[in-house]
C-alpha cells in the first residue's frame, strides 16, 4: 500500500486506534501492542494510551514470532488472550465481549468468529494452549492440532473477516465504517 497501514486515516483516526479503541470498550485488561523495529511512527501514535509496546526484534518473522513477543509482555494472572490484528478496525466491541464472554463458558477451548461461515478475528487462545506457540508452531499450526478444541463463534460482524492488505480494501473499509456511523 505503499504506507504504515495502521496508520492510515479512518473517520480521522488511525486505524490502529479503532482497533485498541475496540478494546476498550471491550473492557479488555492487559493490552499489548507489538511492533517491529521499524515501528513507522505507531508507537507515537499510541503515546498516553495504557498500552504496553513491546518490539518484535525478528526481522522478516511471521506473525507467531510477534504473538510470542506479545505473550512475553502480557500480565500472567490473563486466562486467555486475545489475538487481534491491526487491519481488521471494524471489530466491533461486542464481538470482543462475546469471545470473552463464551471464554467464560467455555475456558479450553480456542474461540474463532465467524461472519457467514467464514473463520475471522480476533481468535481468542486459552493461556495453557498458548504455551505451545514457544515450541516454534504457528497459530494455524495450534488451531489445526486438535480441532476439537476449536470452538466458532457465529457473529453478524462483519468486521471480524474484513481486514485491509490493498488500496481497494482500505477504500472498502472507508465506505464500510461510512455505513456503520
Do not use: W
Not at 504455551?131 to 494455524?140: G, H, W
Amino acid at each position: 500500500m505503499g504506507r504504515t497501514k495502521q496508520l492510515l486515516l479512518l473517520d480521522n483516526k488511525p486505524v490502529i486506534r479503532h482497533c485498541i479503541d475496540a478494546l476498550f470498550a471491550a473492557d479488555v485488561g492487559d493490552v499489548v501492542v507489538v511492533v517491529s523495529t521499524a515501528d513507522n511512527g505507531i508507537t507515537k501514535t499510541l503515546s498516553g494510551l495504557p498500552v504496553t509496546v513491546a518490539v518484535n526484534t525478528t526481522a522478516g518473522s511471521d506473525m507467531a514470532e510477534s504473538v510470542r513477543t506479545g505473550f512475553r509482555a502480557l500480565d500472567h494472572s490473563s486466562s486467555a488472550i486475545l489475538v487481534c490484528l491491526s487491519d481488521h478496525p471494524l471489530v466491533s466491541p461486542l464481538s470482543i465481549m462475546a469471545l470473552m464472554d463464551m471464554h467464560d463458558r467455555f475456558p479450553d477451548k480456542i474461540i474463532i468468529p465467524c461472519y457467514q461461515g467464514r473463520r475471522g478475528h480476533p481468535g481468542l487462545f486459552p493461556r495453557t494452549v498458548l504455551d505451545e506457540i514457544f515450541s516454534k508452531i504457528t497459530l494455524r499450526d495450534i488451531v489445526r492440532k486438535e480441532s476439537g478444541r476449536v470452538l466458532e463463534l457465529p457473529s453478524l460482524d462483519e468486521g471480524v473477516v474484513f481486514d485491509m492488505d490493498t488500496r481497494d480494501d482500505y477504500e472498502h473499509l472507508v465506505g464500510l465504517f461510512g455505513r456503520k456511523k
